[in-house]
């Protein structure tokens, strides 16, 4: 077994020595291939807390643990020869990988499952725990930030489709109903025809129990209105 000093330790463990595969050894290696599992599980953790709730939430966080020890075995293997460094470059650029990714949010966290495996790869422990406690701090910082965030951003929309004769009779009943229910609210587009009036608005945070209260006002005041809501809120 290999015994190493406090400064070898710390080249090995930080990154900054110039190791070789032999120089460094077996508990190394089996050390890094764990923390690289470990790393892999929190940022699943992280994906689960912050957007598995959302509904367009997908189950890729299931994919983390082999994807980061993976890439941790295969730059450790080719970091120390050039023939195989050379061979995965030629494989690689003939692999074409076609399933879309569906959010942008998905992208941040296999990006940051590579960036770690990369780090313990390289045995860059001290780059992973920077990597992994700004990367914390980040979505935290969404998360209680959100407000400030969407200052001027719209939460959601509401579509009205009435028949246009109604809307001429009603329509400020329908507007002051939307004013009272509705926090920020903006209309965006009214679309009149001969038959039907479509009326768009836009607003900011308002809660479910307002929506549903809303809709209820409105077919109160005529049946023949039909709203559709498509809310734009993402709670991170």
Request: aromatic residues 12%.
């Amino acid at each position: 077994m290999d015994i190493y000093s406090s400064s070898e330790w710390l080249a090995i463990l930080s990154g900054f020595g110039s190791q070789t595969m032999g120089q460094i050894g077996f508990l190394p290696f089996l050390g890094v291939m764990t923390l690289s599992l470990f790393s892999s599980f929190l940022i699943a953790l992280l994906y689960v807390r912050f957007y598995k709730p959302r509904s367009t939430g997908s189950l890729v966080y299931r994919a983390f643990p082999l994807l980061s020890t993976s890439i941790t075995a295969i730059f450790i293997s080719i970091q120390f020869s050039l023939p195989l460094s050379l061979g995965l470059l030629g494989a690689l650029s003939i692999v074409r990988f076609r399933t879309p990714i569906k959010e942008p949010e998905e992208i941040g966290f296999i990006m940051l499952v590579v960036a770690s495996a990369l780090c313990c790869a390289t045995f860059n422990l001290v780059f992973l725990f920077i990597l992994l406690s700004v990367s914390v701090i980040a979505l935290y910082g969404l998360h209680y930030g959100r407000r400030f965030l969407n200052l001027h951003q719209n939460d959601g929309m509401l579509v009205i489709t009435l028949p246009t004769e109604v809307y001429h009779r009603l329509g400020a009943e329908i507007n002051k109903v939307c004013e009272e229910y509705l926090q920020g609210k903006r209309l965006d587009s009214l679309v009149e025809n001969n038959d039907l009036t479509v009326l768009s608005y836009n607003y900011a945070r308002t809660g479910e129990d307002s929506i549903l209260r809303l809709q209820e006002e409105l077919r109160t005041v005529n049946t023949s209105i039909v709203s559709n809501v498509y809310n734009n809120n993402v709670a991170i």
